[in-house]
Structures are given as C-alpha cells and as structure tokens.
C-alpha cells in the first residue's frame, strides 16, 4: 500500500504506539463499551493555510481538518471544530476549553506541558522578505535584523531560545506576520514554507519571496494536555488506521502533495542514499556472519547429539527438530537487534528522499519546455555532464527508479519490525468474531473493491466468545484479506468470507476462499515460514502470514491452507470458543 512520503517518517512508531495502546471498540453504536459519546473540541489557528483554515464559506478547510474528520469517523468520535488565533487556542488547551490541537509541532520546552502523539507529517520553515533584500543561509544570519514571527508559533519559541527576543515583531497569524513584511516594514519574516507560499498567492502579495528554504524541519503532531492519555491514545490508534487503510495518501495529496518542500540538489541526493545503503548492507553484512556463526555451532550441536544417541534414532529426531526452533528463535532475536539498531538511520534518510524526489520529478516535468526549446534552438547540449538527448528520456526513469526503490527500503524495515520486535503483552478480553471480522473488511474496503466485483461475506448465527487481543486478531484477517486480493488474476473472480461455530470440537472458525491463480503444492507446507513469499518482485517480504501464524499461536489457534488442483485457495482460522452461553 503506497504511504505518503512523509508518513514515512513515522508509520513504525505509529505501528509500535497502535500495539501498545489499549483497545477500544471498532463497532458503531452507543451500547458498546470503549465508545465515547462526548463532543471532543479541536482547536485549530483560523489562518495556517493549507493546513487549517476557515474557507470563503466560513467552513473549516485543510490537511489537518480532513486528517481530523478521518481519524474521527474511523474511531467512532464527533469532533467540533474551534477556530481563532494560535496564541488562543494554545491558551484554550491549557485551561481545557479546547481538548485537542489537530497541528502543533513538537520541541522538549512543549513536551513539559504537553502531550504529543507520534508525528504525521514533518513541516518546514523558511525566510520570506521582501525583493531586493539580500538572501540568507540560516537563522544566524538574522542577528541584528527586525523579524517577524507569529505569536506562540514554534519558529517564535526557536527564535526567543537562540536569544532573537529584542529584535521580534508578534503578530496573530501567518497571514498577518507576511501583510506586514509586504507594507515595507521590518526586515525579515519566518513561517511555515507551505503556508507562506499559499498565503503570498492567496493575498497577491507579490514584492515577498523566499530568501532561505528549508531552515528547520519540524515533527507535526496532535497534542493534548499533560496526562490526558486517553485521548491521545485514540487519535494515535485512528492515525495509524487511516495511513494503513489509504485515507491518509488521499488527504496528504489533496492538500500538500502540489506544494511539496524545497527540491533536493543531486548531491544531498546522493548523500543521503548512501547514508541509507551503507547501514543497511553493514546490517546485512553482520546478519550473513551472524547466520553462518550460528551453522557452524548448529553443526557442531548436530555432532555431538548423533554421537550420544545413534542407536536411538526417532529420539535424535526429535532432538533435531527442537534445536531448528532454538536456532530460528535465535537467528530472531539477532534479527530484532539488528533491526532496533538500523531501522532509524534507515527510515530517516530514506524518508527525505521519499519527501523531495516528487518535486524533483515534477521540477523536471516543468523544466522540460524549456530544455525543448533550448534544443530546438542551439541543438544539443551538455546536461549534468552527458548530453540532453540521452538524459530527456533517462532522467524520468531515473526519478521513478528512485521511489520504487526507496518506497521497497520503507516496506522491508517496516516489514521486519513488525516481525522481529518482542511484542508487548497485549490486553486480553472476550470479544465477538463476526465484529472483529467486519472491522477488517471495512479496513479493506478499498481494496476488496478493486480487486473483485464478486465479494461475499456470511456471518455465522450465535457465535461463542473468544479469549484474545481482537485488535491482534484483527490484523490477522486483514493479512488473509489482501492476501486474497493479490491472488486474484482479473475482478471476476470471487472472495468468499464465512465465520461459523463447530460445537463437537469448541471452536470459532473463519474461512477465506478465492478464485485466485492457486499455490503450489510444494509451497503450502512452508506459507507460514519466515521469509518465504512468492511476490518477492512485486515488494512482497515474507513476513504477513508468519506473524499471522504467531498471532494465531498466541490465541490457542492456527491457520490451515488448502489449495486444490485447477487454482484457488481455501484459508480456516480457528480459535478457541470461551465456555459460555453463546452471544445473541
């Protein structure tokens, strides 16, 4: 599933936070318990344009408002929208007359007040002045110089730390700080990089332009009060919701994805990719050693245990195959360290150049009339060294080659820590199948929807409880699901889901059927192996239906796989039903 490239940033943590959280209930309906039928009040600054604003209509409008409304109707909650200056709406959080703020960066001094949940999206601030004035490279270079900041905004408790408080001008908004600067007073004006263009737009103020991009990058958050975890811990589990399920993409690209930050030259590119290679092949590097230490000691065991037993071979192979499940247990452990040490350095670089290569590609887009006419003008010319005949048509595939190959880098790194961190012990209770199961469909939707026309669900009649995490149990389906989909050669063919209730053996059952493209005998006794996957060209890892088994274990169940000759697959998870009365 495509992510946005700053989601990137964050989506482990988010995935870390959304397992440690504790659960809440995924139906609709007031008579559930976890529902909150409180009005939660957000506040949001009425002039941040295109994050949040108040519209011509008077409405709210932007990236954080939709990114709201989203997050609000997956979890079940009703917002109200409040809306004034910056200054008021830090002030209304503090004496709780505002709940929640929808876009607040983070900085330590605000952690000691307030509670953030992981970032979703990353904002960066530039220098506005206006033309004519001479450009300037960081803050630093502002010292001595009259600037204008909005009152409470990161960028004035940044400037008042660095010792700028004499030479501030405070105004209420963004909009206001660049008014001002336009008028012809003061020399410098700092804000936000995106809202600082679209208000410059939006207001025709055309004497102020860019003079410094890009001099700090914040982490963009939902923040509560101190202590008010329970709140945050509901808007973090929807946020990680709506960016798996796809919502977040269409709401990033709504809004931000037309005004992404300043490019990136193609030195910082190439620094950057090589700050992403170099850890990762040392990881690899150390897990091949790591890998072939642990052989030479699993030969060296094997020896040994042949010696002691030879006349006793069925217990040899029993002794055999527990030492297998030591060594994989080993090599996992290995590999969760490794993961725990590598994955920041990965996903930090990789995400700046999953955040700057689309404007790159659309910088190219836009320079390519000129280069045209260039061309037809002088002929051909020389183009980062190699002549533009060639690069016209490589540059683009270049770009794109790019992104595949650093949205992969995010799927892996994502992908292994999901399987190889030590799972936090999670919240046991009874719950309902049938409710988990349509949870997950819901979560699907869009993808049951472009993969097949012919989508069936049938939902056994009183059901037992089952004894689990549902959130867990959950995530299981939702694997089983895509799984499903991918099998699928054309959106003819069929996905049938059936849950049912076996009384002589006491257990729920959940069966997935496809018409897909089949598995290949020689393949279904290792599905759930670590690693092993058929859709390895197409990014696949390995790694969705081995946590789904494990998740399956932990729950005193297990997923079965039959696929008959002529294609198609059949997939049962069974579960232990709780010994009570059935639900009705």
Known sequence: MKLSSRASLIVPLLLLAFC???????AEG???????????????????PPYEFMDKDGRPAGYNV????????????????????????????????INILQG??????????????????????????????????SLDDLRG?????????????????????????????????????????????????????????????????????????????????????????????????VMQTGQYQAIYDKWLGVHEPPRFARERVLKYGAMVLAPLIIGLAASVVWSRTLQRRVARRTEELAREVAERKVALEELRRHQDKLVQADKMASLGILV????????????????????????????????????QREGDFLLGGVSYCRMRDEVPQMLEEMVHASQRIKRIVEDLKDFARPDAVAAMEPF??????????????PSLRKATTRFAARYGDDLPRVWGNPLRIEQVVVNLLIN?????????????????????????????????????????????????????????????????????????????????????????????????????
Not at 34 to 46: K, M, S
Request: charged share 25%; with cysteine.
């Open 20 to 26: 440690l959280l504790p659960p809440w209930a995924r």
């Open 30 to 48: 007031d008579d559930l318990p976890g529902v909150d039928t409180r009005t939660i009040v957000v506040g949001a600054d009425r002039d941040y």
């Open 66 to 97: 939709d990114l709201t409304r989203a997050i609000a109707d997956v979890m079940g909650m009703k917002v109200e929208f409040r809306f004034g200056s910056w200054s008021e709406m830090r002030s209304g959080l503090q004496d709780g007359s």
């Open 104 to 137: 607040i960066s983070w900085s330590e001094d605000r952690a000691r007040t307030l509670d953030f949940s992981p970032p979703h999206t990353i904002v960066h601030h530039a220098v506005f002045a206006r033309r004519g004035t001479p450009a300037v490279n």
């Open 145 to 241: 110089k009259k600037v204008i900041v909005f009152r409470d905004g990161i960028m004035h408790d940044l400037l008042v730390r660095r010792g700028f408080g004499n030479d501030l001008i405070l105004t209420g908004t963004p909009a206001d700080a660049l008014r001002l600067l336009a008028s012809g007073k003061y020399d410098y004006c700092v804000v936000a990089s995106l809202p600082g263009m679209y208000l410059i737009r939006e207001l025709k103020l055309g004497n102020v332009v860019q003079v410094a991009r890009s001099i700090s990058s914040q982490k963009y958050c939902y923040g509560v009060k101190k202590g008010d975890a329970e709140l945050l811990a509901r808007f973090s589990e929807g946020l990680a919701i």
């Open 340 to 375: 725990s040490g590598v994955a920041h350095e990965i996903n930090n670089p990789n995400g700046l150049m999953l955040l700057n290569l689309p404007i790159l590609r659309d910088v190219y887009a836009d320079a390519v009339a000129a280069l045209e006419e260039r061309y």
């Open 432 to 445: 309902d199948l049938n409710r988990v199961v349509q949870a997950a469909v819901r979560l699907v939707d």
């Open 484 to 584: 499903a989909c991918q099998s699928l050669p054309a959106s003819d063919r069929a996905i049938e889901l059936a849950t049912a209730y076996d009384p002589a053996g006491g257990r729920v059952t959940l069966t997935v059927r496809d018409e897909g493209v089949g598995i290949p005998p020689e393949h279904l006794s290792r599905l759930t192996d670590p690693f092993f996957t058929t859709k390895r060209e197409s990014g696949g890892t390995g790694l969705g239906l081995s946590i789904s088994a494990g998740i399956a274990k932990e729950h005193g169940g297990e997923i079965t796989f039959t696929s008959p000759p002529g294609g198609g697959t059949l997939v049962s998870l069974s579960l232990p039903a709780m010994k009570e009365e059935p639900m009705s």
